[in-house]
């Protein structure tokens, strides 16, 4: 049987008979004679006798080295063919030669780190043959030896594994702890010197210290800016010294970092993940930084050249192709010309190719290199180049929002780049959120490390000018951060801290260099500019703080910021507002004086945006409008000098009476006698396009208008000083606005183009054609009044421009749509009124709408004023040619005083052809009710003093010299109904005590009011022949209605006698309290010299309690205008009238 078996076996090729016979038992070879007896016996003694007995020599240096060579041939000539037989031959090596399986190991990481990328998978068979755990043990041998630089081989190899999970990270970081540990102790020791480097800045030295010294005094080893701008110039590194001073190039970690950004993105972000919780950055050194944006600009480079027509094709001569992209021609486009082999100047991006590309490459592409920046913005891009193409293309991708008038703010906030990317509008607002994310935490941190370099921040600008200003205001407190400076330490980067400490330093130091003089503010607006191109916000917060302690530093700093970038005026735009609305007092500790820094930085505001006018605006007109919001009327500073410096609308205060009967006149005879600076009309033009709209101009006509009773009524109690000043300064604001929109938006505004001074020349042929804008914007009265809630003397100097214009109008016949509802002397204002104020149902509305319509200019001509004006301009016309060419070189030629002059003289005649139209239509359409008897008679006219004379004369210098005149004007037309005597009594008894309870600029204006009417009352009583000639031959003097008796001068001289006894009386109660109303009387008896006192009694009254106030110590100044009247009194002491007269 078993030999039947046997010849099976070797019929078949199962398998060999010597196997098959080494199986079977000795009894059964010999049983089945398949091995004889005598033979099998013999051979088992000779094999016992060879395996025992015989002594071997044998050679284990050679068989060892034959092994391994073998071994190593295998790993040279491994065939992609036939793996199972390089495995088999692999073992049968090993085995045979009995080798160290983990020499063998060793061998096959050697050779792996050989070959090329594409050797490691054809590989990969061998390396499973062995145990996985010694990998990590024979890879932190070999990277833990280096002295030198570590190969990339090697590096690349180690990713390869870890990328393959062959090994994994922290198995091969265990072996690699002592380089971990040298590696954080440095990184901890070198953010300890830059933090204490930053510190030593943030010290402020009286003496010239240079950089140099400073970091002499500090031994920080830290490289300085000069000295990283030297190295960058030579080709170097464009990172710090913290890579160069710090870690060896024998660091194995930098160079796995850098063998993983060859390959392996995802195995670099996880590398980078597992170091740093063990507490260190590879990615903060320098090559592994610049790895990183090579990286990134590989996979940018396609996505750039497609959307913004950027290409780095490589030209003839690098560093010239390096130096422009860098920024040698900031405003410039370039791309690179195939046909020419150099660049070329592009006028505007490639936007049609960005439309034209499909949105989800845009938004998959743009996803793509976020996740390669998401480690960058921790060491931030110094690579300049690539700060150039993500400009561009973040620039591509705004432009092209905008042309879909997207809102990049309300995508970014509602959060799209979350959402899916099907359809093309979604994947173009998460590449708009992508974009916005690369500018905040990406390209603005990096401008603050890099070399001040003009380039890259106009190309960031480009970017950012296509967003709203809302956006850019989140970009930039993004990155200001919770702090800058030293105050920065703990929430920021340390080399942001220290970029912040060192900018801040050494704008300290040219500050100490500015002067008034001109020809220094060119050099330092130059240092001020490129310190201000890394890190603009603490430039100007360092800046701003000087500011608010001297204020004689405004206008030299003001003529410096000529030379900053774009992006640093805009970033001037949003720290201001800040400064502005910093936790502190706005009121000085006594409790009466706005404090220094405010009004210091509202002065700058407003000289800054006059000299920079494009500069953004609206920031700050809404930071203004929430602060009018909360009640805060000392706001109203900033906008009072916004108004008076950048729309040029100045008011006087204290005014001359030249300065008042000038502003009777037309604006050209205002600006030839008043000295108010010039304004800018690119200025102008800005303020009126951010004002002039219906969300800004209504609202804040509307917050200004009710400041005056928020100060008064809601406001905290304090010092009724301080609560005047924001009355009077409301008031001023108010005026100053609505002088603004009026000037600004009337169709005169379009004639003064063609160089048309005249006030009514325009309206022959402006009023017919243009719209007048103003109308437009302010709404109707009934909303005014109780929609707004405005007073109604406050609503009728809102609507006063309107009202004049609708009189101009109506007198050439060219009555317009857009102003027939603000005509006076119409029906539609006169229902409008009678249904919204019932508490005028004592005054006549036809005489009501008629003065509060009325202008200085309807009832006054300045007649002599322009005579004079006129005369000199002649004057100077005929003069010797040659000394009016040298002497008026720097103002006018005498041809444009020749055109001044007519100009003048056409304005006269215009205006006294409107008076004599505003008097017709007074006499025809505006009458007085016939009264039933002298109480009616009497009522009326106390009406028309409280509701018209009374309110009006407070409101301004040129509104109280308006009532006096027109009243006066009443009295001399004779209009039918009207006392003179009546109107004049009702002035003494309740206009007088107004003193008592006005602020300062109301007492101007009363004094004012007083004075015109009181120098006409003295005029009458001193002279009997003007009297009968001016007063008692007008009906004004009848003494009751309907009556045909006049007033005698002897009955006139007692009842002049009463007002002023009566005059006395309130001014002696309030000089006797002058701790109270001291202040304002004074200020009315300084109005009032010449026409009062005229008698010597009320003169020695008043002169004793005048002495009073001299004479006391505790209000000094009081003191000071005490001293003031009694030299004014003392040179009119010889016209005083005397007891017996």
């Known amino acids: 049987m078993i030999n039947v078996i046997q010849q099976q076996l070797r019929c078949t090729s199962i398998a060999e008979s010597f196997a098959f016979k080494a199986l079977l038992d000795e009894r059964m070879l010999i049983a089945s004679g398949l091995s004889p007896v005598a033979n099998f016996v013999k051979r088992m003694k000779k094999l016992n006798t060879d395996h025992v007995y015989r002594q071997r020599k044998y050679n284990l240096c050679h068989e060892m080295s034959e092994g391994l060579s073998k071994t190593l041939t295998l790993f040279s000539l491994f065939s992609t063919h036939a793996p199972r037989e390089n495995v088999r031959a692999l073992q049968a090596v090993v085995g045979g030669f009995d080798l160290d399986p983990n020499r063998a190991l060793d061998m096959l990481l050697d050779s792996l780190e050989c070959v090329a990328n594409a050797g490691y998978s054809i590989r990969t068979p061998l390396l499973i043959q062995f145990v996985a755990s010694p990998i990590p043990h024979l890879l932190g041998c070999k990277l833990r030896n280096y002295k030198q630089r570590t190969p990339l081989s090697l590096c690349k190899l180690v990713c390869f594994l870890l990328y393959s999970d062959t090994i994994g990270f922290d198995a091969l970081l265990q072996h690699l702890i002592r380089i971990i540990t040298d590696m954080r102790e440095k990184q901890v020791s070198f953010a300890t010197s830059a933090i204490e480097y930053a510190r030593a800045c943030a010290i402020v030295r009286f003496g010239d210290e240079s950089v140099a010294d400073l970091h002499q005094r500090v031994n920080a080893p830290i490289m300085l800016k000069s000295q990283v701008a030297i190295q960058d110039s030579l080709g170097e590194a464009r990172l710090g010294s913290y890579a160069r001073a710090t870690f060896s190039a024998a660091n194995p970690l930098i160079g796995m970092l850098i063998g993983s950004l060859s390959d392996h993105w995802l195995l670099a972000a996880l590398f980078m993940v597992h170091t740093e919780s063990h507490g260190v950055s590879?990615?903060?050194?320098?090559?592994?930084?610049?790895?990183?944006?090579?990286?990134?600009?590989?996979?940018?480079?396609?996505?750039?050249?497609?959307?913004?027509?950027?290409?780095?094709?490589?030209?003839?001569?690098?560093?010239?192709?390096?130096?422009?992209?860098?920024?040698?021609?900031?405003?410039?486009?370039?791309?690179?010309?195939?046909?020419?082999?150099?660049?070329?100047?592009?006028?505007?991006?490639?936007?049609?190719?960005?439309?034209?590309?499909?949105?989800?490459?845009?938004?998959?592409?743009?996803?793509?290199?976020?996740?390669?920046?998401?480690?960058?913005?921790?060491?931030?891009?110094?690579?300049?180049?690539?700060?150039?193409?993500?400009?561009?293309?973040?620039?591509?991708?705004?432009?092209?929002?905008?042309?879909?008038?997207?809102?990049?703010?309300?995508?970014?906030?509602?959060?799209?780049?979350?959402?899916?990317?099907?359809?093309?509008?979604?994947?173009?607002?998460?590449?708009?959120?992508?974009?916005?994310?690369?500018?905040?935490?990406?390209?603005?941190?990096?401008?603050?490390?890099?070399?001040?370099?003009?380039?890259?921040?106009?190309?960031?600008?480009?970017?950012?000018?296509?967003?709203?200003?809302?956006?850019?205001?989140?970009?930039?407190?993004?990155?200001?951060?919770?702090?800058?400076?030293?105050?920065?330490?703990?929430?920021?980067?340390?080399?942001?801290?220290?970029?912040?400490?060192?900018?801040?330093?050494?704008?300290?130091?040219?500050?100490?260099?500015?002067?008034?003089?001109?020809?220094?503010?060119?050099?330092?607006?130059?240092?001020?500019?490129?310190?201000?191109?890394?890190?603009?916000?603490?430039?100007?917060?360092?800046?701003?703080?000087?500011?608010?302690?001297?204020?004689?530093?405004?206008?030299?700093?003001?003529?410096?910021?000529?030379?900053?970038?774009?992006?640093?005026?805009?970033?001037?735009?949003?720290?201001?507002?800040?400064?502005?609305?910093?936790?502190?007092?706005?009121?000085?500790?006594?409790?009466?004086?706005?404090?220094?820094?405010?009004?210091?930085?509202?002065?700058?505001?407003?000289?800054?945006?006059?000299?920079?006018?494009?500069?953004?605006?609206?920031?700050?007109?809404?930071?203004?409008?929430?602060?009018?919001?909360?009640?805060?009327?000392?706001?109203?500073?900033?906008?009072?000098?916004?108004?008076?410096?950048?729309?040029?609308?100045?008011?006087?205060?204290?005014?001359?009476?030249?300065?008042?009967?000038?502003?009777?006149?037309?604006?050209?005879?205002?600006?030839?006698?008043?000295?108010?600076?010039?304004?800018?009309?690119?200025?102008?033009?800005?303020?009126?396009?951010?004002?002039?709209?219906?969300?800004?101009?209504?609202?804040?006509?509307?917050?200004?208008?009710?400041?005056?009773?928020?100060?008064?009524?809601?406001?905290?109690?304090?010092?009724?000083?301080?609560?005047?000043?924001?009355?009077?300064?409301?008031?001023?604001?108010?005026?100053?606005?609505?002088?603004?929109?009026?000037?600004?938006?009337?169709?005169?505004?379009f004639c003064s183009e063609t160089h048309n001074y005249s006030v009514h020349a325009y309206c022959r042929n402006a009023w017919s054609g243009l719209e007048n804008l103003y109308a437009k914007l302010l709404p109707r009265w009934r909303d005014l009044c109780r929609g707004l809630g405005i007073d109604p003397p406050i609503a009728f100097h809102a609507a006063r421009p309107l009202m004049s214009a609708a009189l101009e109008s109506r007198r050439l016949d060219a009555l317009g749509s857009d102003i027939i509802t603000w005509d006076p002397l119409s029906k539609l204002l006169y229902q409008e009124l009678a249904s919204s104020c019932e508490e005028l149902s004592a005054v006549p509305l036809t005489f009501y709408l008629f003065f509060w319509s009325c202008s200085l200019r309807d009832v006054f001509v300045p007649r002599d004023k322009y005579v004079s004006k006129v005369r000199d301009l002649r004057m100077r016309c005929m003069q010797d040619t040659a000394f009016t060419l040298v002497r008026e070189r720097r103002t006018k030629d005498p041809r444009r005083l020749a055109e001044t002059a007519a100009t003048l003289e056409d304005d006269l005649a215009n205006q006294e052809a409107h008076l004599e139209f505003i008097f017709s239509e007074l006499r025809a359409k505006v009458a007085l009710p016939v009264p039933s008897g002298q109480k009616c008679w009497t009522c009326t006219t106390r009406a028309i003093v409280q509701f018209c004379a009374s309110p009006r004369l407070t409101l301004s210098s040129e509104d109280a010299l308006f009532c006096a005149k027109f009243f006066l004007k009443l009295h001399l037309l004779e209009l039918p109904h009207f006392s003179s005597l009546v109107y004049f009594h009702c002035i003494v008894h309740h206009v007088t005590p107004m003193v008592l309870c006005v602020t300062e600029c109301e007492a101007t204006s009363l004094g004012i009011f007083l004075k015109t009417t009181f120098d006409t009352l003295k005029r009458w009583r001193c002279d009997p022949d003007l009297f009968a000639s001016e007063a008692k031959s007008k009906q004004g003097f009848a003494t009751s209605p309907g009556s045909s008796h006049r007033c005698s001068y002897e009955q006139y001289c007692t009842v002049f006698k009463k007002w002023h006894d009566m005059l006395t009386r309130t001014v002696e109660y309030g000089l006797d309290n002058y701790d109270e109303y001291g202040r304002t009387c004074l200020i009315v008896l300084i109005k009032l010299v010449g026409v009062y006192p005229l008698f010597v009694e009320s003169y020695n009254t008043i002169s004793d309690r005048v002495v009073t106030i001299k004479e006391q110590l505790k209000m000094k100044d009081l003191q000071v205008m005490a001293q003031r009247y009694e030299q004014l009194m003392g040179q009119q002491r010889c016209d005083l009238i005397p007891p017996a007269e």
């Open 282 to 749: 590879p990615c903060l050194t320098a090559a592994a930084c610049r790895a990183l944006c090579t990286f990134t600009d590989r996979r940018i480079d396609f996505l750039a050249a497609r959307l913004c027509s950027f290409s780095t094709e490589a030209s003839s001569d690098k560093v010239v192709s390096k130096s422009v992209y860098c920024g040698a021609f900031p405003c410039r486009r370039f791309a690179w010309s195939s046909t020419t082999g150099c660049l070329r100047v592009t006028s505007k991006l490639n936007v049609n190719s960005l439309l034209d590309t499909t949105c989800r490459f845009v938004a998959a592409a743009l996803a793509a290199v976020e996740s390669y920046l998401s480690r960058l913005r921790a060491v931030l891009i110094r690579d300049v180049l690539l700060m150039t193409k993500l400009s561009r293309v973040i620039n591509a991708v705004f432009h092209a929002a905008q042309v879909q008038e997207y809102d990049c703010l309300s995508i970014v906030q509602v959060g799209k780049e979350n959402m899916s990317v099907n359809d093309g509008d979604s994947c173009l607002h998460a590449a708009i959120s992508t974009c916005y994310r690369f500018l905040r935490r990406v390209l603005l941190p990096s401008l603050s490390v890099i070399p001040p370099n003009p380039g890259p921040v106009m190309e960031v600008w480009y970017s950012l000018k296509q967003l709203s200003y809302a956006t850019r205001q989140s970009l930039y407190h993004s990155w200001q951060g919770r702090a800058i400076e030293l105050s920065a330490i703990g929430s920021k980067h340390y080399e942001l801290v220290r970029a912040e400490c060192l900018t801040g330093r050494s704008t300290r130091h040219i500050l100490k260099r500015v002067a008034n003089e001109k020809r220094f503010s060119k050099h330092v607006g130059r240092q001020l500019a490129k310190s201000a191109h890394s890190n603009p916000i603490v430039v100007f917060q360092v800046l701003l703080s000087q500011i608010e302690s001297y204020d004689n530093m405004i206008v030299p700093l003001v003529e410096s910021l000529s030379f900053m970038t774009p992006l640093a005026l805009d970033v001037l735009a949003f720290v201001l507002p800040l400064r502005l609305r910093v936790a502190r007092e706005k009121v000085q500790k006594d409790g009466v004086n706005i404090a220094r820094w405010f009004q210091h930085l509202a002065q700058f505001a407003g000289v800054f945006y006059r000299a920079q006018p494009s500069t953004e605006l609206q920031g700050l007109i809404s930071c203004l409008m929430m602060s009018l919001r909360a009640g805060e009327s000392v706001d109203l500073l900033i906008f009072n000098e916004l108004l008076a410096r950048m729309g040029g609308c100045e008011m006087l205060e204290d005014l001359s009476d030249t300065q008042l009967d000038a502003l009777a006149g037309s604006d050209l005879l205002r600006r030839e006698l008043l000295t108010f600076e010039k304004p800018s009309r690119r200025a102008v033009l800005r303020l009126r396009d951010v004002l002039c709209n219906s969300q800004v101009a209504v609202p804040l006509l509307t917050l200004v208008a009710q400041q005056c009773s928020v100060s008064t009524f809601r406001r905290a109690q304090g010092h009724v000083k301080l609560l005047s000043q924001f009355h009077d300064k409301n008031l001023l604001v108010f005026m100053q606005l609505i002088d603004f929109l009026a000037s600004t938006l009337s169709p005169a505004t």
